[in-house]
């Protein structure tokens, strides 16, 4: 098992030795290696049984390092880093050489993201080399928002995780590139298209296309439970799986089903809440995935705030 503490000093001996550290960011737990050293790199791969074409993204602890790995940043882009960094929000950049075609996977473009987190931004402000790190999570699987989800999934592979709590955001970073003039997003997430339509105007959400992914965490099955997820209309979902006889769980937005036993229910936000319902997705699919359920019934949400973001989470999770 992994040691589970708060050591910012132990973390950062150990990711100079080469190996691998959980670290908290507000959006999901992330599977940390120094972004410099190849074999970090590959190990990264390796623990998470993740296909080497799916590019990694990187970390800084501050806009001062940003020149060391990037070429130049896009003015629209610049301008949404001043208002979003730190925090929840990647950018897809021209990356220096320095960056290895390993990490972008051939591509010439790097995802740059400065998290929030204060553990882990005061762990990258120690480090003199930025931090690769995926969702801490096997590949396909649902992103970690504790540090209990990572020791379960990855425990025995990697020596420490970096106990940050709850994630408070909940969701992956929200990922924002250009193409010819035109500010593009390529995963939806933490920061909302509201939100980024204030600093830039009208952005294009590129859909998603498993021939054509982009990027892989746009690929149509992701971030999913073992067990099937159902999405629908809860009553009559609800109505059909009973008469079918199967055993299920109810994830939904606000309600909780009085008829329904309690230890096969959850309620993403009683109040209606859209960061509560955000912060509070994983750790509800996490827990009706290990529950007696054969299914898991959800439902969307309302297409706004970070609504857009979590339907896209379900959508891919009951896609599988
Ligand atoms: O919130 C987050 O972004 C978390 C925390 C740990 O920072 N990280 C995260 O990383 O979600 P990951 O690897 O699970 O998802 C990053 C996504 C992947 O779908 C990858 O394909 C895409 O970003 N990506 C990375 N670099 C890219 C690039 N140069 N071009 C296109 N897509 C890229
Ligand atoms: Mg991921």
Not at 10 to 38: C, F, H, M, W
Not at 133 to 160: K, M
Not at 304 to 316: E, T
Request: proline share 7%; net charge negative; aromatic share 6%.
């Amino acid at each position: 098992m992994a040691e589970i503490g708060k050591d910012i000093e132990k973390a950062a001996r150990i990711l100079s030795s080469g190996q691998l550290v959980a670290i908290p960011t507000e959006t999901v737990y992330g599977l940390a290696g120094n972004a410099l050293d190849e074999q970090a790199v590959l190990r990264i791969f390796k623990t998470k049984k993740r296909p080497e074409f799916d590019p990694l993204i990187i970390h800084l602890g501050d806009k001062s390092q940003l020149n060391e790995y990037v070429r130049e940043i896009p003015e629209e882009l610049q301008r949404l880093a001043e208002r979003f960094w730190p925090g929840p929000l990647t950018l897809l950049v021209s990356k220096k050489p320095v960056i290895s075609d390993l990490i972008t996977s051939g591509l010439d473009t790097v995802g740059v993201r400065i998290p929030r987190h204060p553990l882990t931004r005061k762990l990258l402000q120690s480090l003199d080399y930025p931090l690769a790190a995926p969702s801490a999570n096997p590949f396909g699987y649902i992103s970690p928002t504790r540090a209990s989800h990572v020791q379960d999934q990855l425990g025995e592979q990697i020596p420490y995780i970096l106990d940050g709590g709850v994630c408070e955001v909940g969701l992956e970073s929200t990922i924002v590139g250009m193409e010819e003039g035109q500010v593009i997003v390529y995963r939806l997430g933490g920061i909302s298209v509201s939100d980024l339509e204030q600093t830039v105007g009208k952005v294009l959400i590129l859909p998603q296309s498993s021939s054509n992914p982009k990027s892989p965490g746009m690929l149509k099955s992701h971030y999913a439970p073992k067990k099937p997820v159902v999405l629908g209309d809860l009553e009559a979902l609800i109505e059909g799986y009973r008469q079918k006889g199967t055993v299920f769980a109810v994830l939904s937005f606000t309600r909780t089903f009085p008829d329904l036993p309690e230890s096969l229910q959850l309620a993403l936000s009683p109040d209606g809440d859209y960061d509560e319902a955000a912060r509070n997705l994983f750790s509800s699919m996490r827990l009706l995935d290990a529950s007696e359920a054969d299914v898991i019934l959800a439902e969307e949400l309302p297409e706004i705030h970070l609504g857009k973001a979590i339907n896209d989470r379900l959508r891919r999770a009951a896609a599988k």
